[in-house]
C-alpha cells in the first residue's frame, strides 16, 4: 500500500495526494483511512509509517496530478485461492482478494504466488514446483486448467510465478469485456529436490517406411544423480503420404508451444473464444512432445492449422491476408509424460517415405 495527504473532499468525491499513485488513468482501486503509527525525520525525506484500517471507497482517478475517488463505494475484486504443500507435509491455504485491473491483477497474482512459495520453499539450492491452476470465467464459459512443473538451483519459485501470471494477462488484456475473470485458484507443490529431466538421444525403430506402415521412436529422458527413463510412441505414415523425408522432433513444452503457437500470439484474437482456445494450447512443461513435420506449405487461419492444402486451396489461402503461411506443415503430434518432473530440451530424427 502507498499513503498520502488527503487534498479535498467535496461531498463524496476525494482528491487526494497531488501527484500519481501507480498513473494507470482510470481504475477501481480500494482505499482505507491510514492510521499513522509514527513519523520517521530524516534531513533529505522524512516519512510516516503508517498502517491500514477501515475501508473508505474507491480511487476511480489515478492522473499525473492527483488521484481521486469516491466515498462509500466498493471495488469489485477477483477471489484468488492458493494453496501450497511442501513434500507431502500440510498444506497451507491462502484466499485472498486482488484489484480487477488488465495490468495490475496478473502482476499481484505473481507476487502473491511467488510469496505463497516464498514462505515454505527454501530462498536457494535445488528446488522444484509443481503448479496447478485454473481460471474461472463468468458467463458459464469452461474454465481454462494449467499444470507445469519448474525445476532448478534459484529460479523455480519465479518461474511458477510467471507461468500463473502470463496467461492471465493475455486474457484480461484482449480487450474483451464480455471476457470476465470470476476466480483464479492455483495448487501448489514445492519439494526440495530438483525434478528435471534432459530430452537425451532419440531413435527410430528403422530408417525407411512405406505409407500404412508404423515405426517406433523411443526416447531418452535423463536426470541428475544417473537417472534414465525410456519412452516409446508409435506413428503410423498415413496411407497415401507421398515419398519423402519425414521429420520428428521431440521438444519440451515451451519449445514446441513457440513453434506452434508463434504467430497466432502475435496477432491480435478476434474473439473470447480465440483467446480461450490459444491459452488451451500452451503445452505442459512436465510433457515431452513428438511432432511430426515436413517443410512443406502450412496456413493457419482463425487458430486452426491447415497442412499441405492442395494446390487450388493454397492459391486462394496466400491471397488472404487474414491467413499465416508457413513453411513446416505439421502432420502429427503425440505426447511423453514424465510424470511430475520437468522436460526441457529438444532433438530431430528423420525417417525416409519409400513408395
Avoid at 534531513?43 to 473508505?56: D, G, H, P, W, Y
Avoid at 492458493?82 to 500440510?90: L, Q
Avoid at 519465479?158 to 470476465?180: C, K, N, V
Wanted: glycine residues 10%.
Amino acid at each position: 500500500g502507498a499513503d498520502g495527504t488527503v487534498t479535498c473532499i467535496d461531498g463524496n468525491k476525494v482528491y487526494a495526494f497531488g501527484h500519481r499513485l501507480l498513473g494507470v488513468g482510470p481504475a477501481s482501486l480500494p482505499f482505507t483511512r491510514s492510521e499513522v503509527i509514527a513519523l520517521l525525520a530524516n534531513v533529505n525525506t522524512s516519512f510516516k509509517i503508517s498502517s491500514a484500517r477501515e475501508l473508505m471507497g474507491v480511487i476511480s482517478q489515478d492522473r499525473n496530478a492527483a488521484i481521486s475517488g469516491d466515498l462509500g463505494q466498493r471495488a469489485e475484486m477477483v477471489p484468488v485461492d492458493i494453496t501450497v504443500t511442501e513434500d507431502t507435509k500440510r498444506a497451507e491455504g491462502y484466499h485472498i482478494s486482488v484489484v480487477r485491473d488488465p495490468f495490475l491483477s496478473p502482476f499481484l497474482v505473481q507476487m502473491a504466488v511467488f510469496s505463497a512459495i516464498d514462505a515454505v520453499e527454501r530462498a536457494s539450492g535445488a528446488s522444484s514446483v509443481v503448479v496447478n491452476g485454473s481460471i474461472e470465467f463468468d458467463g458459464g464459459r469452461d474454465p481454462i486448467r494449467t499444470r507445469n512443473v519448474f525445476a532448478g538451483d534459484q529460479t523455480s519459485a519465479t518461474a511458477a510465478a510467471i507461468s500463473t501470471a502470463t496467461p492471465l494477462a493475455y486474457l484480461m488484456q484482449g480487450g474483451f469485456d464480455e471476457l470476465r475473470i470470476r476466480r483464479v485458484s492455483v495448487q501448489l507443490e514445492a519439494f526440495s529436490v530438483k525434478k528435471e529431466l534432459s530430452i537425451g538421444q532419440v531413435y527410430l525403430s528403422r530408417r525407411e517406411i512405406k505409407p500404412g506402415e508404423t515405426v517406433q521412436l523411443t526416447v531418452q529422458l535423463d536426470g541428475d544423480g544417473g537417472v534414465s527413463l525410456a519412452r516409446q510412441v508409435q506413428y503410423t505414415v498415413p496411407t497415401g503420404t507421398a515419398p519423402g523425408t519425414l521429420y520428428f522432433t521431440v521438444a519440451d513444452g515451451a519449445q514446441t508451444t513457440l513453434i506452434d503457437l508463434r504467430q497466432a500470439l502475435a496477432d491480435s484474437p478476434r474473439s473470447p473464444e480465440q483467446m480461450i482456445s490459444n491459452v488451451n494450447r500452451l503445452r505442459a512443461s512436465d510433457k515431452a512432445y513428438v511432432r511430426v513435420w515436413r517443410p512443406q506449405p502450412s496456413y493457419e487461419a482463425g487458430g486452426g492449422d491447415l497442412p499441405d492444402p492442395p494446390p487450388s486451396v493454397a492459391m486462394v489461402l496466400a491471397a488472404a491476408q487474414s491467413v499465416t503461411q508457413s513453411k513446416n506443415s505439421k502432420l502429427g503430434e503425440m505426447t511423453i509424460d514424465a510424470g511430475d518432473r520437468a522436460v526441457g530440451g529438444s532433438k530431430t530424427v528423420q525417417l525416409e517415405v519409400k513408395e
